[in-house]
């Protein structure tokens, strides 16, 4: 995957999309290798997209983080941090996985489900 949207739209442009993307199915079209996470509502979308949200998901763009690294950097409580990534995680932006911290047990890498993140928000 190449790039997630995160936008805001109702239901009607939703299902037009979803539409959309069968007819191309059936054309036997290749997909862009993008994904499309709708709100309905920009406040909704914010609000689960916070600010320290947004920083977490940008902090794995660049390059996968464990779980104390992202403690250290973003200087948010260890809880919150775990608590962010799987709501994150649920929502597919990004994935996790378990590994190998020699004299430490495993540790969660973080990283993100794709390089660009594009955030549309319409009012109105």
Known sequence: MNKVVIRTDDVDGFFERAKDAARRADRGEAFDGK??????????MFTVLSE??????SEVMHEP???????NRLRRNRSAITKDVGLLEKLGLIVS????????????????VAPKIEMVATLG
């Open 35 to 44: 994904v499309t996470l709708s709100f309905e509502d920009p406040q909704r």
């Open 52 to 57: 320290e949200r947004r920083r977490l998901m």
């Open 97 to 112: 996985s378990r590994q190998s911290n020699p004299g430490h047990g495993i540790q969660k890498l973080v990283q993100s």
């Open 65 to 71: 983080k464990t779980i104390n690294e992202l403690t």
